[in-house]
């Protein structure tokens, strides 16, 4: 890669090169409808998509049944809320949430509640990004039919403790569904952790964009979901549309991919982390956000006293590409909601850039990355003590 060191692994990951040679042949030369069952081409198309489904389910502990193929984890996150609050028979249901989750989450909160289809408790978090699994049973009604907890944040890279918030909807029979679009180095296994359903997306596993998942519990007690799309009842009827088998297949070898080295790359990736976070806080005024362990192997959220983080982002753009924790999203740049949620002032939340690290990244371009950091943090604090008022 050529360019700015990329630290943004967070935003979206390169597409692996095995995973482009996989796709490459299903683009023209391999080009059927998966839904065409006479021929040879569309047999052909249907079994790579199966095998597709099969490598998913494997990465995630799950059956390729309940494999759910959408255009992304937003699609996924849209689909489980909105199909289990019209799937649930009931007048009024009511769905937990949490004040961190992704827009993706809090968005069709909002539009359920706004359209009078359901109730929405979001449930507050501690200063270090984790909810309390006792706050989440005293919120818990008899009208309550979904909870929605992200595996692991998309800013601060916590991680939530879901299998005690799994234990917790078990014993109250209630569906749980997770957002793991940032769960890449973090073992979830649907049947094991007792996950119904799980939304992932592929650009996060080093797969192409415009292609994602939900995982949906099949079983018994049966977990009924109304579809947000009609027309020709593709994906058992949750998800109609014409499969992009180019895109499956991507999917399909970037998630074996993810399943095979998930260890040993979750291991590289925090031992780079602790190394950045080493040589940055010689700089002094450093602070990490979030829980100091749980949280994901190659997520750094930094707060630099005394710096704007806009700044200091416009003044590394040239070295290294990273975000500001201050944006909830690539539309929105209001000051984070995630932030706010821990409870850091305005000053605070505006001091904070996210580092995500990933599968190319190596320790020369982190310690390029960290020499370069420390200099423009100096710089910045320089200039402020300079034009400070008397």
């Given at each position: ?99 961190t ?21 979001r ?18 009604t ?20 879901l ?94 991919l ?13 031992a ?32 630099f ?15 290294v ?12 740049l ?57």
């Amino acid at each position: 890669m050529t360019g700015p060191i990329y630290l943004d692994h967070h935003a979206t990951t390169p597409c692996d090169p095995a995973v482009v040679a996989a796709m490459a042949p299903w683009w023209s030369e391999h080009f059927g409808n998966a839904a065409s069952r006479s021929h040879g081409a569309g047999l052909r198309a249907r079994r790579a998509t199966e095998e597709a489904r099969r490598q998913v389910a494997g990465w995630l502990g799950a059956s390729p049944k309940e494999v759910v193929f959408t255009s992304g984890a937003t699609e996924a996150n849209n689909l489980a809320l909105f199909g289990v609050v019209r799937g649930s028979g009931k007048a009024c249901p009511h769905i937990v949430t949490v004040e961190t989750e992704h827009a993706a989450i809090l968005d069709p909160c909002e539009a359920l509640e706004r359209r009078g289809e359901a109730t929405v408790t979001r449930l507050p978090v501690d200063e270090q990004g984790l909810v309390d699994p006792a706050a989440l049973r005293a919120a818990l009604t008899a009208d309550t039919v979904l909870v929605s907890v992200m595996a692991v944040n998309n800013e601060i890279g916590v991680h939530q403790p879901l299998p005690a918030i799994a234990a917790l909807c078990r014993e109250a029979g209630v569906v749980l569904h997770t957002d793991a679009a940032q769960s890449a180095y973090l073992r979830l296994h649907r049947r094991e952790q007792g996950l119904d359903l799980i939304s992932v997306s592929a650009h996060k596993i080093y797969g192409p964009k415009g292609v994602g998942a939900l995982i949906v519990r099949r079983g018994r007690p049966k977990l009924v979901l109304e579809p947000l799309l009609y027309g020709g009842g593709h994906e058992r009827g949750l998800r109609s549309g014409t499969l992009p088998v180019p895109l499956l297949v991507g999917f399909g070898a970037a998630a074996e991919l993810a399943a095979t080295h998930r260890d040993a790359e979750a291991s590289r990736l925090r031992a780079l982390s602790h190394r950045l976070l080493e040589q940055v806080r010689a700089v002094g005024g450093v602070a990490l956000v979030g829980h100091p362990t749980e949280r994901a192997p190659h997520n750094l959220s930094l707060r630099f006293d005394g710096v704007e983080a806009e700044a200091l982002l416009l003044g590394l753009r040239d070295t290294v590409s990273v975000s500001t924790g201050s944006a909830c999203s690539s539309a929105d740049l209001q000051p984070s909601h995630v932030l706010a949620a821990l409870g850091l002032s305005r000053r605070g939340r505006a001091a904070i850039l996210r580092f995500g690290l990933g599968r190319t990244t190596t320790e020369a371009e982190v310690d390029t990355a960290a020499a370069a950091i420390v200099a423009k943090v100096k710089d910045l604090r320089a200039m402020a003590r300079l034009y400070e008022p008397d």
